[in-house]
């Protein structure tokens, strides 16, 4: 009977170390993760598409106009989410903190 009881006692401490929070060493990775991935994909297409242009001036522009520009739209499109939760976080943090109250915040 003892050993059940310190079974169970394992079984809740185990229990309770997967429940608490990740260090951030151990975060997972973010979770727009396939973004890059896709966006990683299709530069490396415009860049072999831009390495089969007739000229050097039409290979730096469809690099630039087909590669780098849509890139930059979509990743800034769809980061904005994760940029208004960093901003809502680093918020919080700083209204954790105390550093103003909410007399000396300015109205928006």
Do not use: C, K
Request: aromatic letters at 8%; charged letters at 15%; hydrophobic letters at 45%.
């Amino acid at each position: 009977m003892a050993n059940v009881q310190g079974d169970g006692e394992a079984r809740a401490a185990a229990a309770a170390t997967r429940l608490a929070p990740a260090s951030p060493e151990h975060r997972s990775p973010p979770y727009n993760a396939l973004m890059y991935i896709i966006v990683i994909g299709w530069l490396y297409v415009t860049a072999l598409m831009a390495l089969t242009e007739s000229s050097v001036v039409a290979g730096v522009l469809t690099l630039t106009f087909y590669g780098l520009l849509p890139s930059a739209l979509l990743l800034w499109l769809f980061g904005g989410p994760a940029r208004r939760r960093r901003a809502a976080r680093a918020a919080g943090e700083s209204g954790a903190n105390g550093s103003a109250t909410d007399d000396e915040r300015p109205d928006h």
